[in-house]
């Protein structure tokens, strides 16, 4: 007779329940300087990551491990002290912390009592990208004031020249202040 066909057949195994992770990235606000050389702040931006499939039965190292892993960074360098999370609906819930393995086990509970869950997290940029990083954009790399003059525009010229010979001539001769 041949082999049992019911033998080949895997067992079935139910696939580990997941909820939907959405990660929002808060960029700190922004200083430029304005045409009158004054700097003023600009509102802070957000980016947004995922959604993502995370298994409930993860542990918290884990957790940080593909967050860390999405988002190109290494888990060193995710500033966990401002994560916070949660529910996609309604989108006026509280803003929960989830600094901790305490706060992480606390969300995965509540996580569970639902059938389909969709959360979102909210974190400070990274503290640094990874070098090998293939989106080209960088976090923190950017310089501390950004202009939005325009290059070629007209700006207000200092003159100087009327004291210009009385600074050369204290100058050479040693009583520069």
Known sequence: MGADPLAAVPAFTSPIPTFELLLTIMHPPKRVRTANRKTKTIKATSENKGPFDIPVNAVWATFLGTIAEKLAVQPPDLVITSFEWHWL???????????????????????????????????????????????????GGEDE?????????????????????????????GKAR
């Open 89 to 139: 609906k309604p989108a006026s819930s509280p803003w929960l912390p989830v600094q901790d393995e305490s706060g992480f086990a606390s969300m995965l509970k509540k996580i569970r009592a639902k059938s389909e869950a969709y959360i979102i997290i909210r974190m400070h940029v990274p503290l640094q990208r990874r070098a090998a990083g293939s989106s080209g954009n960088t976090w």
């Open 145 to 173: 004031f950004e202009s939005d003059v325009e290059e070629n525009s007209v700006a207000k010229k200092v003159r100087i020249t009327h004291h210009l010979p009385n600074i050369c001539t204290d100058f050479l001769a």
